[in-house]
């Protein structure tokens, strides 16, 4: 959830219009990953010498169009015909965690009355509360109940007390004050022209657009500053600062890239690093404070020594020097500008001044003896326009749905042969490792998770293997117990989750074998780990004819999903029933329960309807009570080895008086549903079930959302 979207042009000249449609759309690229409020803020001076001195902040809670109608009206006091040749805006897409949807808590925050510093912010800070408590007794006032807006205020309490200091060095100092994860773009009007961003444990990418369409390298060598580890706080000091608020100690290096700016060679700025312990140093409250920051790590002014000179350079050929660069968390909002993208790594800290990009390194936790040199290659993104527009769908959840039948194509292209052959080569090397493992240990969150639940079943069938399923936060917050026979195996469809990804950085500490399954579609996850399960039982002869069956059943897939979704009015009648509901039960056994699982997963996100997923072998034990005329159930019911338990369950729903609506396979006799309502699919091979019931219950979270939206 959540999106970040930043634009700067330099020598580019933009309209304050220009400027401002450039970042809505930017948000609307974003729209699918779910949002309840939006923001921009843009350069508002209106004297012809001070263009940037003030800042127009707009947030409004609702959809991206809505910011759009009102901004077109409240800007109206503005000239938005004015042109930049150089500006910086950024802009948000938010979905509440700390803080009510409201206008007051969208972002961008800003850290006073009139917007110093702008932050925008996905993830969670989670040492907000001692930041906070930190600025309140230094006389700042909050007017949001976010943990973000802790950022921009932080970041203007040190600027206040350190004006030296040079954009790039307020947020290293700031980063190192915060736990959590976050991805985070920053503006100032005091530094006007300069965009930063860095990310931890949040995706963040820069996308380079230049006059002539292509950077001259497609690989930039790097520059990296001797560095020096900051050492821990004296005894004495340590005692009177706050340790919760205090970083691990710190190797920072400095990546630069060398962009030629013209024909002639290149332009070169000089940045200075860090020098440890200035404002311990110098700042007279440093040690006097009880709650105070360590302020130390990662300061000197930008004039002052130097222990390692760094140089930022200009990423293109022109003459002319033009250059538009943009930082987004996904790179659908930033396709349309430009393909060439760098991915930024945790600590990493983006830095654009006076038209050069430079990327500093802030490596937490490392000794003075790691020489890795960081690089950064420039990157093609690999997608089209059309692929992230809706077309003609109301949702993108719906185009999604309906994109499934090139999806699961596109998913075993390759690696389901013609043959039967099952072909993985990412893991072919790591087979027989796999094969010997201890246990298999499927790591993931939300609907990955459900993915992994679905192909459980079918993976302890085909490997004999024992399977273990995490939930990456709580595999995290037990410290579970790993060795170093086991297989993780982290599931995610951005490849970005924070807690799978801190998951799998325990594992390989463990020394256990990690395996990665990025996909952002449920199903196509499901098929990467069936696949899986295909390949480490190909040597079992036992497991032939079963194996033969579902790989049978996988080519025919496309085509019976093309079948299940022609029932999308059918599914639509249903949805116009349920969306009167309050609450709404999901059940299933077998394969099918992950099936419920998403289904109630997709319902709730899209309709903010409550609604559970539950397995109907469990009714006895606490759900059954809940069944009443009243609530509302859909039950999955499949001739497979339970569907006579998943029979005694319909029948015990129907004794409490329970109307439940049926997802059933076509081989299901009608007198078996009680002349109950249902939906028919066609059959295949059991194992695989689980990607078809998928299609009518996500069918029904869509239509029941796109029905609850207009009353609301």
């Known amino acids: 959830m959540c999106g970040i979207f930043a634009y700067l042009n330099f020598l580019t000249p933009k309209t304050r219009k220009e400027i401002a449609d450039i970042l809505i759309q930017g948000l609307e690229r974003m729209e699918y990953r779910g949002y309840d409020s939006a923001g921009i803020a843009i350069d508002a001076g209106e004297e012809p010498n001070k263009p940037h001195d003030s800042v127009f902040l707009f947030r409004k809670t609702g959809k991206v169009a809505t910011l759009a109608q009102c901004l077109e009206k409240d800007s109206a006091h503005l000239d938005m015909t004015a042109s930049y040749a150089i500006h910086c805006g950024i802009a948000h897409t938010r979905w509440a965690t700390h803080g009510s949807p409201k206008d007051l808590n969208s972002h961008p925050q800003r850290s006073n009355e009139t917007s110093d510093f702008l932050v925008v912010h996905n993830g969670i800070i989670t040492n907000y509360r001692e930041i906070k408590e930190y600025l309140l007794k230094k006389g700042h006032r909050f007017e949001s109940e976010t943990d973000t807006e802790v950022i921009a205020k932080l970041i203007q309490h040190i600027h206040d007390r350190y004006p030296d200091f040079s954009f ?20 100032s009007r005091k530094f006007p022209g300069q965009l930063v961003a860095t990310r931890r444990g949040s995706p963040l990418l820069v996308g380079i657009k230049t006059n002539n369409g292509r950077l001259t390298f497609d690989q930039f060598p790097a520059t990296v500053g001797s560095g020096e580890t900051i050492r821990a706080l004296k005894k004495t000091a340590a005692s009177r600062a706050a340790s919760l608020l205090r970083p691990p100690p710190i190797v920072r290096n400095s990546l630069t890239y060398y962009f030629p700016a013209s024909a002639h060679g290149y332009r070169t700025q000089r940045v200075f690093a860090a ?3 200035y404002l311990r140093d110098h700042d007279e409250s440093f040690c006097g404070t009880p709650t105070v920051l360590d302020l130390s790590i990662g300061a000197a002014p930008s004039n002052g020594d130097c222990a390692s000179p760094m140089s930022s350079i200009r990423p293109f050929g022109s003459s002319a020097w033009e250059v538009e660069y943009f930082v987004a968390s996904d790179a659908s909002a930033i396709v349309e500008h430009t393909k060439q993208v760098l991915y930024l790594e945790d600590d990493d800290v983006a830095f654009v001044e006076n038209g050069a990009l430079s990327i500093h390194r802030i490596k937490r936790g490392l000794s003075e003896k790691d020489k890795t040199l960081p690089t950064r290659e420039v990157q093609e993104i690999n997608m089209e326009l059309q692929q992230i527009m809706m077309g003609n769908f109301q ?6 749905i309906f994109e499934q039948t090139e999806s699961v194509v596109n998913t075993m292209r390759g690696r389901v042969l013609p043959s039967g052959e099952v072909v993985l080569g990412g893991i072919k090397e790591f087979v027989p490792d796999i094969k010997r493992c201890r246990r298999l240990i499927m790591v993931a969150c939300g609907t990955s998770y459900n993915s992994a639940i679905a192909c459980r079943q079918i993976i302890e069938e085909l490997t004999e ?19 170093r026979d086991d297989v993780s195996i982290f599931i995610s469809q951005s490849g970005e989750t924070a807690d799978t990804l801190g998951a799998l950085r ?3 500490q463990h020394g256990a074998l990690v395996i990665g399954v990025t996909n952002t579609a449920y199903t196509s996850q499901m098929l990467s780990l069936l696949m899986l399960a295909l390949v480490l039982s190909e040597d079992r002869k036992s497991a032939e004819a079963r194996r033969a069956d579902i790989i049978d059943a996988l080519n025919k897939l496309s085509g019976h999903i093309s079948e299940i979704l022609k029932l999308d009015s059918e599914v639509k009648e249903i949805a116009k029933e349920i969306f009167k509901e309050k609450s709404l039960l999901v059940m299933g056994r077998g394969f099918n329960f992950a099936t419920c699982l998403e289904g109630a997963l997709k319902i709730k996100e899209l309709s903010y309807m409550h609604c559970e997923g539950i397995m109907s072998g469990e009714l006895k034990h606490g759900p059954l009570a809940m069944v009443d005329e009243h609530l509302a159930i859909v039950m999955v019911i499949c001739k497979d080895n339970v569907y006579k338990k998943s029979l005694n369950a319909l029948q015990q729903v129907l004794a409490r008086g329970g109307r439940p609506i049926i997802i059933a396979d076509s081989s299901v006799p009608a007198d078996d549903l009680a002349g109950m309502p249902h939906v028919l699919r066609r059959d295949t091979v059991t194992g695989i079930r689980c990607c078809r019931t998928t299609s009518p219950t996500s069918t029904v979270s869509t239509w029941t959302a796109l029905a609850i939206w207009p009353s609301l």
Not at 168 to 187: H, N, P, T
Not at 395 to 400: A, I
């Open 465 to 483: 293997l024992p399977v273990v399923l995490e939930l990456a936060s709580d595999f995290l917050d037990r410290e579970t117990p790993i060795f």
């Open 506 to 508: 325990y594992c390989k």
């Open 275 to 277: 020098r440890p312990g």
């Open 395 to 400: 949702t993108y959840m719906q185009k999604e």
């Open 168 to 187: 790039r060095q307020l947020v290293e100092i700031v980063i190192q004050q915060l736990e959590g994860a976050f991805a985070l773009a920053f503006k």
